[in-house]
T-cell receptor
Framework: SQTIHQWPATLVQPVGSPLSLECTVE??????LYWYRQAAGRGLQLLFY??????ISSEVPQNLSASRPQDRQFILSSKKLLLSDSGFYLC???????????FGPGTRLLVL | GENVEQHPSTLSVQEGDSAVIKCTYS??????FPWYKQELGKGPQLIID?????GEKKDQRIAVTLNKTAKHFSLHITETQPEDSAVYFC??????????FGTGTRLLVSP
């Protein structure tokens, strides 16, 4: 069966510091991968998606970037965090050619 | 692009009652509509989905209906239980890359 991992689970960072959140998927090959952000009490906003290694599509201009160095690894980064980057970050995957997305447990980021 | 609206934002029911959450979408090309349940501090979990070639789908106490003409779809939960309390999200999309999510409904089931 497939599983998706995210770490860290919680992160508190000062404004201006760098960020690296990691997501890995097990039990599948060539998945589509997604990064979402969820502000408190809000819906899910798609940030990036990837259909393959090194292929990243950005949905919203922002202070963040994404990379996919390996087939089942997806990384969300920032060089300098802003207060507005606080939120709950969710990674998701789907099988190639299928619509259903499955979410990871999320990372709660607080920028102070 | 697609826009998905979800109502109500909060729904309180008594245990055993039914709960209905409604969503509308704007893009007539959208053909896939999943529903997710999110418990506090956790990632959303898929509970049911429907594709545009089907009008209704049922899984035990949960059902989803889709009206393509009116561009709306609904989640129906019967015989609600306290463990159904969570935030529910609808979503809509086309193709295999993008889903647009509603803003969520907080369901509270009181014993």
């Amino acid at each position: 069966s497939q599983t998706i991992h995210q770490w860290p689970a919680t992160l508190v960072q000062p404004v201006g510091s760098p960020l690296s959140l990691e997501c890995t998927v097990e039990g599948t090959s060539n998945p589509n991968l997604y990064w979402y952000r969820q502000a408190a009490g809000r819906g899910l906003q798609l940030l990036f998606y990837s259909v393959g290694i090194g292929q990243i599509s950005s949905e919203v201009p922002q202070n963040l970037s994404a990379s996919r160095p390996q087939d089942r690894q997806f990384i969300l980064s920032s060089k300098k965090l802003l207060l507005s980057d606080s939120g709950f970050y969710l990674c998701a995957w789907s099988n190639r050619g299928r619509e259903t997305q499955y979410f990871g447990p999320g990372t709660r980021l607080l920028v102070l | 692009g697609e826009n998905v609206e979800q109502h109500p934002s909060t729904l309180s029911v008594q245990e055993g009652d039914s709960a209905v959450i409604k969503c509308t979408y704007s893009d007539s090309a959208s053909n896939y509509f999943p529903w997710y349940k999110q418990e506090l501090g956790k990632g959303p979990q898929l509970i049911i989905d429907i594709r545009s070639n089907v009008g209704e789908k049922k899984d035990q106490r949960i059902a989803v209906t889709l009206n393509k003409t009116a561009k709306h779809f609904s989640l129906h939960i019967t015989e609600t239980q306290p463990e159904d309390s969570a935030v529910y999200f609808c979503a809509g999309g086309t193709g295999f890359q993008k889903l647009v999510f509603g803003t969520g409904t907080r369901l509270l089931v009181s014993p």
